[in-house]
């Protein structure tokens, strides 16, 4: 005999006049190897059509189901119910704008973070078409492979404490951002320029370090070293 599991999910709707936020309660029994997507799936086709959730891949590759799940940010879609207890509490992530239920949008803040940081290539070399890619070696590629696997999910904004309290910190994910591009030698941009990018507020300086960043990442992300690198690089500009 399976398990009756009671999820408390934060509900509200902000696009409807009169709305108010509040927390229903849904009971499900538990089938096994149950994750959240199936369970809410399950719990919108008999109990509430309306709940709004965001899924799309269900392999923990787009980030799109990060939500708080018994207090904890964490991607939906990877989550079994077995490893819960019997009352799961689901909340939207907080700091992104919510667009209802448990759904926030992100895309909103990584597009803006991402133009802010110009994550992008820095370089006067011409394009070429003909010519062959440009190596660099493994040590090198491997840690941008790493910075790269990040699927902004937001789930370390959402543990972040100097997120909450200053909107304009660009968080773990910009963190890891920079980091890719500091790492990448074809990026010319100059220590003047990366110095007054990231020496901020709201770049390296306004980071804790105390890292709830790492563990809550799903794709456990290396960002202890990549933070590390760059307090490490920093540091060497400013003392040039
Ligand atoms: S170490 Fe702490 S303050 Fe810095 S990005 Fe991670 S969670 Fe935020
Ligand atoms: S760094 Fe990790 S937790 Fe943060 S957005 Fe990227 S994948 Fe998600
Ligand atoms: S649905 Fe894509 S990461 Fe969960």
Redesign the pocket.
């Known amino acids: 005999m399976g398990r009756t599991l009671t999820f408390k999910i934060f509900r509200y709707n902000p696009t409807l006049e009169n709305d108010q936020a509040h927390i229903e309660a849904y009971r499900l029994e538990e089938l096994p190897r149950l994750n959240l997507f199936s369970a809410l799936n399950m719990i919108r086709e008999q109990q509430a059509p309306d709940l709004m959730f965001d899924f799309v891949c269900r392999a923990g590759i787009c980030g799109s189901c990060a939500m708080m799940i018994n207090g904890r940010p964490t991607l939906a879609c990877r989550t079994l119910t077995s490893d819960l207890p019997d009352t799961i509490e689901l909340f939207p992530l907080p700091f992104f704008k919510l667009l209802g239920d448990l759904s926030v949008d992100t895309g909103v803040w990584f597009r803006a973070m991402g133009e802010h940081l110009e994550s992008w290539i820095h370089t006067q070399k011409e394009f070429n078409p003909e010519a062959q890619e440009e190596r660099m070696d493994n040590e090198t590629a491997i840690k941008i492979y790493d910075s790269e696997r990040c699927i902004e999910c937001g789930c ?1 904004i959402a ?5 909450q309290v200053y909107p304009d910190f660009i ?2 994910a910009g ?1 890891n951002r920079i980091g890719r591009f500091l790492f990448d030698p074809r990026d010319e941009r100059g220590d003047q320029e990366w110095f007054e990018l990231v020496s901020t507020d709201e770049g390296i300086f306004g ?8 563990d809550v990442c799903p794709k456990d992300l290396p ?1 202890l070293e990549v ?1 590390s690198y760059i307090r490490r690089k920093v540091t060497a500009m400013a003392v040039k």
């Open positions: 370390c543990g972040c404490a100097t997120a968080g773990a963190l980071c804790i370090g105390m890292m709830a960043c790492d960002l933070f």
